[in-house]
């Protein structure tokens, strides 16, 4: 794996910049690197293993760049959109060793559970990041930046080191940024994984195995206690029910709603609209930061949110 982790240097020899890369793609000819924007920024005209580096795509906003590395091969590591469940992370990256020499380290990290959205002072655009705190003694440093993050559970990466606070806590952009600064990318890359888990029976906890049996009356008693509750859910559901049967307004003939996963038209979008819906189900209507309505709709097997100006009941 740690062959696949690569320090992105400057071409030019004044100039001491530098960071992470990682590679995520390859072809016959040589591979496709992840790394930061700003790496990029800083050293001016990558470099890698003193081969001469090609940028195939950047972000003026999302800090993060794919680049191209001609006559080089490594293994691309796995990506992953899901969210790694336990937490623990670990982050492989290059830093200083001495003014002349360059470390390659491993570092042991919590991810926080909520994320963070960074919001431009120009416009709407916002992205998110997670916050990462580096533990058992582990730091970072210059250099870091680039570096993947791989989720300890399941070997895959999941974000993208961007920058640091002091040496204990990081910012790292979510992989799923991926396709929104690289046009082209091989859709193969960010396919969604399932992981599988099993339990052993004998490492049951040993409360569970020394149950006493219940009488016949006590789950006959909650057995009624669940229908009854189920039945109660079900009528307070229907009181409560949201309005249905919106229709798509505001659309010019031929042209399609996008659906997206949260309140803002910079949020990732998992579907679309036909300009004659019907028939839409209306779960919830939000304002957002901007103090604007969105609804969460619901369209055959398709969910997420719309403006609210395009809907109407």
């Known amino acids: 794996m740690t062959s696949s982790i690569v320090t992105i240097e400057s071409l030019e020899e004044r100039n001491n910049s530098f960071g992470t890369g990682f590679v995520i793609d390859k072809d016959k000819k040589g591979v496709y ?21 090609n940028i195939i795509a950047q972000s003026d906003f999302i800090d993060m760049a ?12 796995p990506l992953e959109i899901n969210k790694c469940n336990d937490f623990k992370v670990e982050i492989i990256g290059f830093s200083l060793f001495t003014q002349t020499i360059t470390q390659k380290k491993h570092i042991k990290a919590t991810l926080f559970k909520d994320d963070i959205e960074l919001h431009s002072t120009e416009d709407e655009r916002f992205y998110i990041v997670k916050k990462i705190e580096s533990t058992e003694g582990y730091s970072f440093a210059r250099g870091n930046s680039g570096s993947p993050v791989l989720c300890q559970k399941t070997k895959t990466v999941i974000a993208l080191l961007s920058n640091k606070e002091g040496n204990h806590i990081g910012y790292a952009v979510d992989i799923a940024y991926l396709k929104e600064i690289w046009q082209d990318m091989p ?36 057995f009624s206690f669940i229908i009854a509750l189920v039945v109660g859910i079900y009528f307070f559901i229907q009181a409560n029910e949201k309005p249905k049967g919106y229709h798509v307004v505001n ?3 031929m042209d399609t709603l996008n659906v997206r996963t949260g309140t803002s038209k910079y949020f990732f979008k998992v579907g679309e609209l036909p300009y004659n819906a019907k028939n839409i189900e209306v779960v919830s209507c939000s304002y957002n930061k901007k103090n604007r309505k969105w609804c969460n709709i619901k369209y055959g097997s398709l969910q997420g949110w719309v403006s609210a100006y395009y809907i109407s009941p």
Not at 33 to 53: G, M, N
Request: hydrophobic content about 40%; charged content about 25%; some cysteine.
């Open 251 to 253: 659309i010019q003939t």
């Open 187 to 222: 859709q193969h890359l960010l396919e969604t994984k399932k992981i599988s888990q099993t339990t052993s029976n004998s490492k049951k906890p040993l409360y569970i195995l020394k149950k006493k049996k219940k009488s016949f009356l006590f789950y006959l008693l909650s």
């Open 66 to 77: 794919v680049i191209y590395v001609e006559n080089f091969q490594a293994k691309p590591l």
């Open 33 to 53: 690197i992840l790394t930061c924007q700003h790496v990029l920024d800083d050293v001016k005209i990558p470099v890698v293993e003193e081969i001469k580096a």
